[in-house]
């Protein structure tokens, strides 16, 4: 259980890790690096929990077959995150989230989370203990955001690419993982 709990939410991270990495090569003031990470922590632990309610609705509904389910969302979550990305979109996205407050931060928060939706969703139907992932969901979150906000202009573009790339393989590994241990019992 715990491997798949680390599976599970590693390449959040590495995601978090990547979307920050972006804001700090655009450059953003001390304050803005707070608030920045105060918003992603809340979105990157309020997601999974939106989607976990609604993964244990469908898990009680979907019974046997919940397994399967949440093993197809994290395939197609981790092809998902493999998908090139218009680059031109997704920076006047970061660079609009660096400056926005309000409810166009929220908008952009709930934009950014959408993977972690998932992820939720999937806890949700594999009755995993909710808490103890929002915590190290939250924990890992607010320490990947400062690391990728002080260190990205420094790493650089190729990198932040690669750590989605790397999140996207994890996930769809995972899924196919738990696929075999489902096909072996």
Known sequence: MWLTLIGLIVPLGLDTFAVAAALGIAGLKARDRT?????????????????FLGGRVVGQVAGNAADVIAIAILIAVG?????????????????????????????????ISMDELAIGFTIGLLGFPVIVILVLIGVQTFIVTQL??????????????????????????????????????
């Open 79 to 111: 092809l998902y995150m493999l998908r090139p990305t218009g680059d031109e979109r997704e920076e006047r996205r970061l660079t609009l989230l660096g400056r926005t407050r309000g409810w166009a931060a929220i908008a952009l928060g709930v934009s």
């Open 148 to 185: 990728g906000l002080r260190l990205g202009q420094r790493l650089g573009e190729r990198v932040r690419e690669g750590a989605e790339r790397l999140a996207g393989i994890a996930l769809a590994g995972l899924g196919i993982v738990l696929a075999v241990e489902k096909l072996l019992h």
């Open 35 to 51: 608030r920045v990470t105060v918003l992603f922590t809340a979105f990157e632990v309020g997601m999974p929990l939106v989607g």
